[in-house]
């Protein structure tokens, strides 16, 4: 019997320690924290989220081989496993809920709109605008307009379930030449505060819609016997600055290109808070500023970024911002109250009583702090200090950065793919030219397949170098194909040579797999500056369309025309054609100068900008630096008889 139980008792002992290493792994596998609003892969399993040890197969039989020892089982669990572009650390929990955040992004923000924000992953705490309170923008799937938020918080780190939030948005800045908004693309994840800092006008002012069915006029003084100057449309949306004390009139700001003021009957305009919110006003009253800000909504921000807590090794918080693809220029954001121009893409944080961080990932960014510009580059860091109000309070310093860093962060949910691993924009062992006209590009070897430039549904430019200062070659159309025979990296973005000699930039085309190893080449010399031929004075001249050819040096014609009211000003002589270097002079008569039009007379180009105009003046004298088409048009109320008189000077 004792050698019975011996034996008992030695076999259930392998038993146990055959059994062992399976009871620990079975303790290991399963997570635990609190499950998340997302799919988390723990490193255990390659198809399931929430391993077990159902189907597997019987643990192997006990040898001196198998048996794992307790310093052996250490250094593997203390292993990294790959996920993404990056290395995920020991502890795969809060990595994955990164990565898997990413991903959630990508599907549930897929059509967030310009001007909107999406919560792709997480929750938002949000404050709204006074006209927007009782709006929603908290959880994964909420989407909103950008303006009705005055702040947005995103929460991560902190959260009881390590969740990680991710906010898709597109913001409208302007460009540096003054342009129309441009769409930009702006990612937030981890723990970020964004506030809306740019200014508005208000209390002044507020916007009305017409809802008189047949439209509305719009009159010069507040009554029935005022001027009908202006005619609005039903539906259409005014500024509205003010109201008459017996709440019969509103002042609005007339919606053309003259701008001016009218008055308009209040009842058949709503008013966007309700007419008593407009100050009482009369006909003498001054007019309010509503110059527009040099910055607009969400176009000023003040950032908040917090690094990740200790025990979540993963990328910092932050924000990406992109420039859109061809912009000739740069993008303008004041964040911080220091002004960024970018023209590429950059991830920036901030943090109270610390620095501003600005990684330009792509291109170039222009920094202006306290009036002062710095130029940082693709591969470099510019770095302000912060006070704890959030404002600059120093200079800015810029180092190097190394692109692969970067690798980890979400730059897939941008609209243009960034190429991280080619930081350099110039290579030392470039091929030298070949032959006069261009640089030769050696054949790419090793090569199974040709690199293949597809324009895809427009027509793309191809150029006679890396730079949209070179000239346009030739265009190509869509679906045309093109091959790649070199590459180049010029502030971050990757131009390719042609077979053809031209080059066309990798997020114009459709690139195909091969041409990410064809081979560095040399830019061709940057294009001289393109001089401005002087205006041959024989050649100057002024012709109307109803007045005919005026003959120069002083050839002079009049006419006149009378106002009917249906518009604060009217046009004399037609079109006009001035040919380049021709000097004008345009005199007028009679009439009165309309607040509204804010000039005597004005000369219109064709796509209604204004090329100059006399304010007070009843003279305007312009010198047309190129053969330009425009319409002269003259201040002028109902009846007003209007004389104007066109000199031809001469060459200017």
């Known amino acids: 019997m004792r ?113 909107e924000a999406c919560i792709g992953n997480g929750t938002v ?149 309700g007419s008593d919110s407009l100050p009482f006003v009369t006909a003498s009253s001054p007019l309010p500023n509503l110059t527009p800000p040099e910055f607009g909504p969400m176009q000023s921000v003040e950032l908040l970024t917090a690094n990740n807590a200790p025990d979540c090794n993963a990328i910092d918080s932050g924000i990406l911002l992109q420039s859109p693809s061809g912009l000739p220029d740069k993008v303008r954001i004041l964040i911080n109250n220091v002004e960024i121009q970018l023209n590429g893409t950059a991830h920036i944080q901030a943090q109270a009583d610390g620095v501003m961080t600005i990684n330009v990932l792509e291109g170039e960014a222009s920094l202006i702090v306290s009036g002062a510009t710095t130029i940082v580059s693709v591969g470099n860091r510019a770095t302000v200090s912060l006070n704890s109000n959030l404002q600059p309070s120093g200079t800015v310093q810029v180092s190097s950065i190394t692109l692969s860093d970067f690798l980890d962060l979400p730059t897939r949910l941008l609209p243009r793919q960034i190429m991280l691993g080619t930081a350099s924009t110039t290579t030392s062992d470039a091929p030298a030219p070949t032959q006069a006209t261009g640089f030769g590009t050696p054949a790419p070897t090793n090569t199974p397949e040709a690199c293949t430039l597809t324009a895809r549904d427009s027509v793309r430019n191809m150029r006679t170098g890396p730079s949209t200062d070179y000239a346009i070659a030739r265009v190509l159309q869509p679906n045309e194909s093109v091959t790649g025979i070199g590459q180049v990296n010029i502030l971050g973005f990757v131009w390719y040579q042609t077979t053809e000699g031209g080059w066309v930039r990798f997020d114009s085309v459709e690139v ?116 330009t088409v425009f319409v002269a048009r003259f201040s002028a109320a109902n009846g007003d008889l209007i004389v104007m008189e066109a000199v031809c000077n001469g060459a200017g």
Not at 141 to 157: P, Q, Y
Not at 194 to 214: E, K, P, Y
């Open 512 to 627: 195909s797999a091969p041409c990410t190893s064809l081979s560095v080449v040399a830019a061709p010399p940057p294009p001289e500056p393109t001089a401005i031929p002087t205006p041959d004075a024989s050649s100057v001249g002024l012709n109307s369309s109803l007045l005919g050819d005026v003959a120069c040096p002083d050839g002079r014609v009049t006419a006149s025309a009378s106002s009917d009211g249906s518009d604060i000003s009217i046009a004399i002589g037609g079109t006009w054609t001035a040919q380049a270097a021709t000097t004008v002079t345009f005199t007028t008569q009679g009439g009165q100068l309309r607040p509204e039009f804010g000039d005597y007379i004005q000369i219109v180009a064709e796509d209604g900008s204004i090329i100059a105009r006399s304010s007070e003046g009843r003279q305007l004298q312009v010198t047309f630096a190129q053969t």
């Open 3 to 115: 050698i019975k139980r011996h034996y008992l008792a030695l076999g259930l002992g392998i038993l146990i320690m055959a059994l062992l290493p399976w009871v620990v792994i079975a303790q290991d596998a399963q997570p635990t924290i609190t499950p998340t609003p997302i799919p988390v892969d723990d490193g255990s399993q390659d198809d399931s989220a929430a391993p077990s040890l159902e189907g597997v197969a019987p643990p192997p039989a006990v040898t001196e081989e198998s048996v794992v020892s307790p310093a052996a089982t250490q250094s593997v669990e203390a292993d990294t496993t790959s996920i993404g572009n990056g290395v995920v650390p020991s502890s795969p929990v809060c990595p994955t809920l990164v990565e898997e955040s990413f991903t959630a992004t990508e599907f549930v923000c897929e059509g967030v709109g310009t001007g």
């Open 125 to 273: 705490e949000a404050i709204f605008g006074a006209a927007d309170t009782g709006a929603v923008f908290a959880n994964t799937g909420d989407t909103i307009r950008l303006t009705s938020l005055e702040e947005l918080s995103l929460r991560s780190t902190s959260t009881a379930n390590g969740v990680w939030t991710v906010v898709n948005a597109r913001i409208e800045l302007n460009s540096t030449d003054g342009a129309i908004p441009v769409d930009v693309p702006l990612l937030m994840f981890g723990d970020v505060t964004l506030s809306d800092t740019g200014q508005i006008a208000s209390g002044v002012a507020q916007n009305g819609t017409v809802i008189a069915g047949r439209g509305l006029n719009v009159r010069r003084t507040p009554g029935n016997d005022g001027v009908l100057i202006w005619q609005l449309d039903a539906g259409e949306q005014v500024l509205a600055t003010g109201i008459t004390s017996d709440r019969q009139w509103i002042r609005i700001q007339i919606p053309s290109r003259f701008s001016g003021i009218g008055w308009a009957y209040a009842p058949f305009i709503e008013v966007d808070g």
